[in-house]
């Protein structure tokens, strides 16, 4: 009876347990494939499937609660949940839970773009941009680990995280492991890719304690884990079957019929258990190994060898065989077989990364390297190679290399290197070219402009000096088309250097318009520039590059005004530490462009006006060239024009604000109480020379008229509070500026008030004029700074001169130079016949007796023979040309300095018709001491011999 008694216990006990009440259990509603609500409002996926496998088992019923994750965990944390389904663990909620056996381990997913590298594992993550699924296992488990060195980006859904991946917000999507379904296949434009070391492993979870509901929870997972079920739900909607498991039910019949005691049942199922889940978890690493190893064959079409390192025994993967042409079969399977088809130059640097890297010394080895085909000819590789195994002793054991086919990106790096050479040997020839046309341009202009200069110093009919003025300003016009020319050239060819030096604003701005006087004063038109007050004047840059964008914008606004001004105007924009952002203005009253001329204004060899019967000639290069200086100088040009009204050109650049910035002068404290008029009925003028008397320390103001100014000036005086300068434009609308003068002499109470007569640096006034006039001093305008400041220096300064001084012209430095005539011994090398004529006369001009010489060889020779002052050397000659003269006569000049010499160097002037990058770096280098560039003027010749030390 008792034998009865315990078996029907045996029977009937489980029942008992089936009945009990069934558990609430939330799941989450949104986390698909696990469980998720279909179109038809029915939660499915797996755990619905799975949680039913469970309650088929008799061990345990659930009432499914659906729900967000916020929400089922509220519900559980309130006691109105018995369990949770799906959860991992962590040490916060051991606090509140307790959790079943893991019933599924679901690898993260990464989805990419088709286009972009991909990642399989977290090491890898450092420096991404990731999305994951806000609130998701992969945000938290990404938090946990601190992001792996990777930028998190949490979005609400799925689909908005795969579509920051699409858009290139994100480097790829982080999820669960997921198969694509019918219908519903959003991931079809990504490519997926398992990370390795991202696992999840779920569990069912239950208040702390309660054990009862637990051990059912448990009993049922391990019966449905056993039996086959689990494999099926769990192939269906997350990965491949696992490794089937020994199953209990194989062991039913053995347990059953042989009356085994209760003990013995126990003890056995059991055993059971614990069996099943080291075997699930081997199962598991097996099949996350042969996914790796899977990936590894299949990815990026790399042939893999797997290598023996004790029997020297390998493994090729069939791509092997495919790359190197041969049928799988012919290819030895050895590691002797990979080493010794690869190149002979490219073995050793192999052998030796191999060996470094067994020998534990790197962490892989990577190395290019040529392998031999079947057909003997060789393909380009890359090898990637590991030791993924070592003895106790360290020794290597097992290696996996990969090798990837880099034939394709060989060729490519080959051909770029071909291009690049053919491109710099193409760059070398333009230079040369543009070298040699530039010499061979310059050198006859030379010779016109210097014989017309010349010409124009003896005497001449009015006749004859018209036409040495018209072939002078041509030989000047064409120069200019030729420098716009050689210069578009030089920037489109690489060839144009900016320098930076210190200089002043106003000196590109002053020599600008100084350069355009002449032409201004033919048409009668004002020329005024205007800079900003209080902004930095000393900066940092290339004032030449500056000034020749000007030239080119006041140059046009000239040439297509007839009456009114032409104004530059410069300002501040910006300053940045030390970078200061300048904006330049050149306004005119001109014919104006239309705004389809304008659509065509900055293409080279393009004009405004392109008929043959257009009014103002030019090349069409100059706004072309003066666009891509601006760019260079990182600033942008453009114009804003109506046909009728006149144009504004402006521009933008960027310089360095020099250390220390200067004023226009330092003026002594007495000048502040000091007070100034100018007398300028041009209002942008009167306005332009107020800015630079206040600039001066002065409290200046304007009349616009004579009569206006006497006015003022009588009016101080009655104040009490006198002017103590005027300066009076000689051009008035009322009167003439001499009879200003002479009203104001007239008057006692200005007896004391200094004057400064404005004239045109066109049309200087003589001394005997100056001093005819009643004037103090007299400037040519547009008045430039420095000969202001020289001004009230003597005027208001402690010693003031006695006699007045007129304003100098742009040729008085050349006329003030010291006549040492046949003191300086000067020697010329010029192979140009013309042009030795012209600079002989030059020279003869300033007093001096020149010696001729055709080539570099002759110069040589002569100064060996004569002891020379200074040499004149043309850089391009027959025989031997300046460059390897002058290193001749240097090396010649240290041989006779080492022998005792005492005699000086001489002084080598370059002359040279290039004027391109490097040429005069190239003449300094090779012992020339000064450079002046084709066609040279004689006041610059002159110059540069004054510079030169006297050798007797």
């Known amino acids: 009876m008792r034998y009865l008694y315990l078996c029907f216990l045996l029977l009937v006990f489980p029942a008992l347990l089936g009945a009990a009440a069934p558990l609430r259990i939330g799941v989450e509603n949104n986390s698909d494939p696990l469980s998720y609500v279909d179109a038809n409002g029915h939660l499915t996926g797996f755990t619905a499937d799975f949680l039913a496998a469970l309650e088929n088992t008799g061990r345990v019923d659930f009432e499914i609660v659906p729900g967000s994750w916020a929400h089922v965990l509220e519900e559980f944390q309130a006691g109105r949940l018995d369990a949770l389904a799906n959860v991992t663990i962590r040490e916060e909620r051991r606090k509140e839970m307790d959790f079943s056996i893991g019933h599924a381990f679901v690898h993260g997913v990464a989805y990419f773009r088709p286009d972009s590298p991909h990642v399989h594992r977290t090491a890898e ?19 946990e680990h601190g992001g792996w060195g990777a930028t998190i980006v949490a979005y609400p859904t799925w689909p908005a995280a795969l579509k920051s991946v699409q858009d290139g917000q994100t480097d790829f999507a982080l999820f669960i492991r997921s198969y694509r379904r019918a219908g519903n296949d959003p991931f079809s434009r990504f490519e997926m890719e398992y990370i390795d070391d991202v696992i999840h492993e779920y569990r069912v979870a239950v208040h702390k304690g309660d054990a009862r509901s637990l051990e059912r929870i448990n009993d049922a997972i391990a019966t449905v884990r056993s039996n086959g079920v689990f494999d099926r739900i769990y192939a269906k909607w997350i990965g491949p079957l696992e490794p089937h498991p020994i199953r209990l039910a194989d062991l039913r019949p053995y347990v059953l019929p042989g009356g085994l005691a209760l003990a013995a049942i126990v003890a056995i199922f059991w055993w059971q258990r614990m069996m099943l889940k080291r075997l699930a978890r081997r199962s598991e690493a097996l099949r996350v190994s042969e996914e790796r190893w899977g990936f590894a064959i299949e990815g990026a079409g790399d042939a893999v060898i797997d290598v023996d390192i004790k029997t020297g ?44 890297h067994m020998a534990g010394r790197t962490r892989s080895c990577v190395n290019e390297h040529r392998l031999r085909r079947k057909d003997g000819s060789y393909l380009w590789v890359l090898s990637r190679s590991l030791v993924v195994r070592r003895d106790p002793s360290g020794n290597p054991v097992r ?16 051909a770029l290197r071909d291009a690049r050479a053919a491109a710099e040997e193409s760059a070398r020839l333009k230079s040369q070219f543009l070298a040699n046309v530039s010499h061979e341009i310059r050198t006859p202009i030379n010779g016109v402009i210097g014989a017309v200069g010349l010409l124009t110093d003896t005497e001449l009919t009015e006749n004859q000096r018209a036409l040495a003025a018209i072939v002078g300003t041509s030989a000047q016009s064409l120069l200019t088309i030729i420098n716009d020319i050689l210069d578009f050239s030089r920037i489109e060819a690489g060839q144009l250097v900016f320098e930076a030096t210190p200089f002043d604003i106003r000196e590109p701005v002053e020599g600008c318009l100084e350069l355009l006087a002449d032409r201004a004063a033919a048409k009668n038109l004002e020329l005024v520039y205007l800079i900003d007050e209080g902004m930095k004047t000393r900066l940092i840059g290339d004032a030449g590059r500056l000034r020749q964008v000007l030239v080119n914008l006041a140059g046009n606004a000239v040439k297509f005004t007839e009456t009114g001004e032409v104004e530059v105007r410069v300002r501040q924009v910006a300053e940045v530490g030390r970078s200061v952002r300048l904006r330049f203005e050149v306004r005119d009253t001109g014919i104006g462009i239309t705004p389809e001329q304008q659509g065509r204004l900055f293409q080279p060899f393009v004009q405004a006006d392109g008929s043959t019967t257009r009014k103002y000639g030019g090349s069409g290069l100059g706004l072309a060239i003066s666009r891509q200086l601006v760019g260079l100088m990182g600033g942008e040009l453009g114009v804003e024009s109506a046909a009728g009204r006149g144009s504004t050109f402006w521009f933008t650049a960027e310089f360095e604000g020099a250390e220390a910035d200067y004023r226009d002068l330092a003026a002594p404290p007495a000048w502040r109480s000091l007070r100034a008029l100018v007398i300028d009925d041009h209002e942008r003028s009167g306005e ?24 003022a000036l009588r009016a101080a005086v009655r104040a009490q509070r006198p002017f103590a300068l005027v300066a009076i434009d000689m051009k008035l609308s009322d009167t003439t500026g001499f009879d200003l003068l002479r009203q104001v002499r007239s008057e006692p109470m200005l007896a004391g008030l200094k004057t400064i007569l404005l004239t045109t640096i066109r049309e200087p006034l003589s001394p005997e004029e100056l001093a005819a006039s009643g004037a103090d001093r007299a400037l040519g305008k547009p008045v430039r700074h420095r000969a202001l400041e020289e001004a009230l220096r003597a005027l208001l300064g402690r010693e003031q001169r006695e006699n007045p001084t007129p304003a100098l012209g742009r040729n008085d430095a050349a006329a003030g130079l010291v006549k040492d005539g046949p003191a300086v011994r000067i020697l010329v090398a010029e192979d140009n016949r013309v042009n030795q004529t012209v600079i002989r006369k030059q020279l003869e001009k300033f007093g001096y007796d020149p010696v001729l010489v055709e080539n570099g060889r002759q110069a040589v020779e002569a100064v060996k023979a004569e002891v020379f002052d200074v040499v004149l050397m043309d850089c391009q000659m027959p025989e031997m040309d300046g460059i390897e003269a002058t290193r001749h006569i240097r090396a010649w000049e240290v041989a006779q300095s080492q022998s005792g010499s005492e005699r000086r160097p001489v002084h080598i002037v370059a002359l040279t018709a290039h004027a391109i990058k490097g040429d005069r770096e190239q003449c300094l280098a090779a012992g020339m001491n000064d450079y002046l560039s084709k066609p040279v003027r004689a006041e610059d010749i002159a110059a540069a011999i004054q510079r030169a030390p006297r050798n007797s």
């Open 313 to 356: 025994a390998a493994v090729l993967s069939p791509r092997w065989a495919q790359m190197l042409g041969y049928a799988p079969e012919e290819l030895g399977a050895t590691l002797q077989e990979w080493m010794g088809r690869i190149h002979p130059d490219d073995a050793p640097a192999m052998q030796v990364a191999l060996h470094e």
């Open 125 to 143: 993550f450092a420096g991404k941009r990731i999305a994951v699924l806000s609130g998701s296992i992969g945000h938290t488990n990404a938090m």
């Open 399 to 414: 290696l996996i290399g990969t090798t990837s086919d880099i034939t394709e990106r060989k060729q490519s790096e080959k």
């Open 688 to 711: 332009a020379l107020r800015r630079q008397f206040s600039a001066a320390g002065l409290d200046c103001s304007v009349a616009v008229r004579g009569g206006a100014g006497m006015t």
